[in-house]
T-cell receptor
Framework: AQKVTQAQTEISVVEKEDVTLDCVYE???????LFWYKQPPSGELVFLIR??????QNEISGRYSWNFQKSTSSFNFTITASQVVDSAVYFC????????????FGSGTKLNVKP | DAGVIQSPRHEVTEMGQEVTLRCKPI?????LFWYRQTMMRGLELLIY????????DSGMPEDRFSAKMPNASFSTLKIQPSEPRDSAVYFC?????????????FGPGTRLTVL
């Protein structure tokens, strides 16, 4: 079974629209970490955020915000007032207590922001 | 400060040839990871090292794949003999000691094409 599910394969928005990327995870551990990475067209993966399972406080960083809800096993990512430079593939990942170094990545969501 | 360095960035080879991918982790990072990214399977962890010692190689697809880390600043991933289905982008990543709080920093990747 998939540990991390990103059901949205591709999303297209027009610049300045808000967009939410969904991430649903599955784990039996009570201690785990969740991550978001961005992969722009250039190909490298860029770390965006890490959240541990004991911290459900939502986080905002500029135009980016993250909503962590343990009750629904979701860790969604919202971009406010999207820009063309936000166009990329975004990956959600999970690591679990028994092996924190092993990241399980979702299949990614490709975001297209059109001018 | 230099990030993770990978070489070559692109490799085109013919089926049956040996391929060697190289990685230099960020100085001071004692974890090193090799991933493979394909459209069909997404991002897969192949193997990771801690202090130059392979810890988990359960993701290595078959005996044709081997990885080494002779010292803290260099690792190789070798495919011998290569097959067309090995065509993918191979990423190297590294992280600091200290366990789960530390995100993985990714290199730019090597795009491998096996004809």
């Amino acid at each position: 079974a998939q540990k991390v599910t990103q059901a949205q394969t591709e999303i297209s928005v027009v610049e300045k629209e808000d967009v939410t990327l969904d991430c649903v995870y599955e784990t039996r551990d009570t201690t785990y970490y969740l991550f978001w990475y961005k992969q722009p067209p250039s190909g490298e993966l860029v770390f965006l955020i890490r959240r541990n399972s004991f911290d459900e406080q939502n986080e905002i960083s500029g135009r980016y915000s993250w909503n962590f809800q343990k009750s629904t096993s979701s860790f969604n990512f919202t971009i406010t007032a999207s820009q063309v430079v936000d166009s990329a593939v975004y990956f959600c990942a999970l690591s679990e207590a028994y092996n924190f170094n092993k990241f399980y990545f979702g299949s990614g969501t490709k975001l297209n922001v059109k001018p | 400060d230099a990030g993770v360095i990978q070489s070559p960035r692109h490799e085109v080879t013919e089926m049956g040839q040996e391929v060697t991918l190289r990685c230099k982790p960020i100085s001071g990072h004692d974890y090193l990871f090799w991933y493979r990214q394909t459209m069909m399977r997404g991002l897969e962890l192949l193997i990771y090292f801690n202090n130059n010692v392979p810890i988990d190689d359960s993701g290595m697809p078959e005996d044709r794949f081997s990885a080494k880390m002779p010292n803290a600043s260099f690792s190789t991933l070798k495919i011998q003999p290569s097959e067309p289905r090995d065509s993918a982008v191979y990423f190297c990543a590294s992280s600091l000691p200290g366990g789960p709080r530390n995100e993985q920093f990714f290199g730019p990747g090597t795009r491998l094409t096996v004809l």
